[in-house]
């Protein structure tokens, strides 16, 4: 596994089955056994995909009673956000600035064949 905590989160959720796990536990907290209901694989299995989760950061779990339910750390994924957003920021500006150069071009002058 990746060292820095962004490549963790990213490389968890590269599982198709992971991102369906956050997608359910950002609705409720949820028991092993409830988060492999709907997949055709053993609890086992759903276990370890729980433990890549959780070493990425993205669930924690706690004890209540009998239950062991797994909780999604929200807070983790500010983290993508955060690194999301600066590129799409830089990207826009970029776009913006590609814009402001095409409306300056002179609407009568015609297109340049290709070489």
Known sequence: MPADALSQVFAALADP???DMVARLAVADATVNELAEPYAMTVQAVSKHVKVLQTAGLVSRSRDAQRR?????????????KWIERYRVLAEERH????DVLADLPDDVAPMPPA
Do not use: F, G, I, Y
Request: aromatic share 0%.
């Open 17 to 19: 089955v992971r991102r």
């Open 69 to 81: 339910p797994v909780h999604l750390e929200a807070e983790v994924l500010d983290l993508m956000t």
């Open 96 to 99: 913006r600035r590609l814009d």
